[in-house]
């Protein structure tokens, strides 16, 4: 990453690099942890900092923003004015609901009523949709949408969850965006949780998914011929989404994932499947409901999908929670 910055950084080998006096004398007087007290500083709670399976703009623009930009060094206020304003503004590339096409939208995220509105058009004086900084979550997803600086927006519409697809062709532009929609979330939250601490609250802020890829279904009465579904398995709302495919605006169904003592287990299984199923490494989901039983392509994926659900069963459930499943049972 630092090599593709040399404006920015200088990548030496221990080994096999020569070092000479002034750049060990600079070492030494700057070693990791005196960089980063400078460097690093000023960071506020809400800004993201990427880990290693992170996408490459939010490591890119991480080292940009330390180092290049010099954000979090205390020197000035601006970028932090920036993603705190009472209004932000963003044009982004939004995928069609129904097809495949991206459109330019106008984006507005406000911390006076903490919401974030698109437009149609740039003259629209009428949002398209006016979504709550309650339940909106954001991912970055370059894979699945398509595209370097691809975008998830996520939220509640009608006991459903509405996926809005977008890109910006400049890296700085859309973390930007993803750290002003974390700012305007956490200002929310502090207003709803008035004695919790920013730390308390930042693991809220956004999350990703726990596992997401296809598998195989069948229907409640397992007569059903199997269907390959795209699935997404969320830690914080402890629902397992499918679609019929990834880029679908809303899903085709539901499963809440609530804990062992109320009566949900997940096991694998194996065997032939003669109800037009392609896949063999079978998973038995149980819940007070009913039985669900998918179907995996290979075995390291199977242990994948059965690891994460019994993390999240092995979680204990949060009022919140209770709330969600009791909303999801009505809907059906």
Request: glycine fraction near 4%; hydrophobic fraction near 30%.
């Amino acid at each position: 990453m630092h090599r593709n910055l040399p404006a920015v950084s200088k990548v030496k080998s221990i080994r096999l690099d020569y070092w000479d006096s002034s750049l060990v004398e600079f070492m030494q007087k700057r070693g990791n942890s005196e960089a980063k007290a400078i460097f690093e500083k000023c960071v506020p709670a809400f800004f993201y900092k990427p880990q290693q399976k992170d996408c490459l703009v939010l490591k890119d623009q991480w080292i940009r923003a330390k180092y290049e930009r010099r954000e979090f060094t205390g020197e000035s206020n601006k970028f932090l004015q920036i993603y705190t304003s009472e209004q932000f503004e963003s044009t982004l590339w939004k995928k069609g609901r129904d097809n495949k096409q991206f459109f330019k939208r106008n984006f507005l995220l406000s911390q006076r009523d903490f919401t974030l509105k698109y437009f149609i058009k740039e003259d629209s004086k009428v949002p398209k949709a006016v979504i709550s900084m309650k339940d909106l979550n954001v991912d970055f997803q370059p894979e699945k949408i398509g595209h370097p600086h691809g975008l998830q927006i996520s939220y509640p519409e009608d006991e459903r969850t509405r996926n809005l697809f977008v890109y910006h062709d400049d890296g700085q532009a859309v973390v930007t965006f993803f750290n002003a929609i974390r700012a305007t979330r956490l200002a929310y939250l502090l207003k709803k949780h008035q004695t919790l601490r920013n730390s308390e609250l930042v693991p809220y802020l956004t999350s990703q998914s726990l596992k997401e890829g296809y598998m195989e279904k069948t229907g409640p009465t397992k007569r059903e011929p199997f269907k390959k579904r795209w699935f997404s398995l969320c830690l914080m709302n402890r629902k397992l989404l499918y679609f019929k495919s990834p880029l679908d605006a809303t899903e085709r169904g539901a499963v809440f994932i609530g804990t062992e003592s109320h009566g949900y287990s997940v096991s694998e299984s194996s065997g032939q499947c003669t109800r037009g199923g392609r896949w063999r490494c079978g998973i038995t989901l149980e819940t007070p409901e009913r039985q669900f039983v998918f179907m995996c392509e290979q075995e390291s994926e199977q242990r994948e999908w059965t690891d994460a659900l019994r993390k999240i069963i092995s979680q204990p459930m949060t009022p919140e929670d209770y709330a969600n499943e009791a909303t999801l049972r009505r809907g059906k």
